[in-house]
C-alpha cells in the first residue's frame, strides 16, 4: 500500500517535498514499518519507499526517533478513552482491550509503544486518563505515577507477547516435551489446563490480575517505594571476589 501512497504523494510536489502532508507522510511510513518491521525501518528506506527525499522526513519529524514517535502516538490515536463516569476497573478495562486490538491490527509496529517514555499528545492524553482511574481506585497520588507505568508496561508486553505469538495454544511438539522433560513437578498435572490455553484466556486472566493488584495496593495506605540501594532485612553487601 505504501506504493499506491508514494504514487499518491508525488502528485502532490509543486511545492517540492517540503509541500508533502505530515499525515501523508505519517501514514506511508506506518505502513511500510508494518510490512518490514520496526528493526529494518529507517528513514532512507522509509523516504525511497514513499518516493521523497529523506530531508522531508527530517523537515517534518525532525529524526528518525521523531518519526518513530509520531507512528507510535498514530496508534495511541486509536485509543478512545471511555466515560470518566465509569467505573475506574471499567475504564482501565476498556482501554487495555482496545490496546489489544492495536496490537492486533499493527503487530510488527505496536513494540514502538514500548520505545519511549512518552509517544506524543495523544500518549500523554492516555496517560492522564489512567492517572484519573488509578485516583479514583484510591491509589495514593505519590503511587500513581509508579502503578500507572508498571501496569502498562505489563499490558503492552502482555499485547505484544500474543501478537507475536507468545501466548498461543501450544502445539504438539511442546506438548510432547512436557511431557518427556524429567523432573517437572507441576507441568504434567496441569496438562490439560495448559492444552486449553490461548490468547484470550491467557489476557483475561492477566488483566484481571492486574487490577486486583491495583485494587490491593490502593487498600495498603501505607504503602511506600523501597528507595534505590535501600536493602531488605536479612541482606547482606555481596563481597567483592
Not at 48 to 60: F, M
Not at 133 to 151: R, V
Not at 174 to 194: F, N, Q, V, Y
Request: overall charge positive; hydrophobic content about 40%; proline content about 7%.
Amino acid at each position: 500500500m505504501a506504493r499506491a501512497v508514494s504514487t499518491v504523494l508525488k502528485k502532490k510536489q509543486p511545492r517540492g517535498d517540503r509541500g508533502l502532508e505530515s499525515a501523508a507522510l505519517l501514514e506511508a511510513a506506518l505502513e511500510l514499518m508494518e510490512r518490514s518491521g520496526s528493526e529494518n525501518f529507517s528513514l532512507r528506506a522509509a523516504a525511497r519507499e514513499i518516493g521523497c527525499d529523506a530531508a522531508a522526513l527530517i523537515y517534518h519529524f525532525g529524526s528518525r526517533e521523531g518519526l518513530e514517535r509520531a507512528i507510535a502516538d498514530r496508534l495511541h490515536a486509536g485509543i478512545v478513552p471511555p466515560p470518566p463516569s465509569w467505573a475506574w476497573r471499567d475504564r482501565l478495562s476498556d482501554m487495555a482491550r482496545q490496546y489489544r486490538s492495536v496490537a492486533q491490527a499493527y503487530p510488527r509496529t505496536f513494540p514502538l509503544l514500548m520505545r519511549y517514555w512518552t509517544t506524543g499528545p495523544q500518549d500523554l492524553r492516555l496517560c492522564d486518563e489512567t492517572f484519573a482511574a488509578l485516583s479514583k481506585c484510591g491509589i495514593p497520588d505519590h503511587l500513581i505515577p509508579a502503578a500507572e507505568c508498571g501496569f502498562y508496561a505489563a499490558l503492552l508486553g502482555l499485547c505484544a507477547g500474543e501478537a507475536g505469538g507468545l501466548t498461543g495454544r501450544p502445539g504438539r511438539d511442546a506438548l510432547l516435551e512436557i511431557k518427556s522433560t524429567p523432573g517437572l513437578a507441576m507441568m504434567p498435572k496441569l496438562l490439560p489446563a495448559i492444552r486449553d490455553l490461548g490468547a484470550d484466556i491467557v489476557f483475561d486472566t492477566q488483566l484481571m490480575a492486574m487490577l486486583d493488584g491495583l485494587e490491593a495496593l490502593a487498600r495498603r495506605k501505607d504503602a511506600k517505594p523501597r528507595p534505590a540501594g535501600k536493602r531488605r532485612a536479612g541482606e547482606t553487601r555481596r563481597k567483592r571476589a
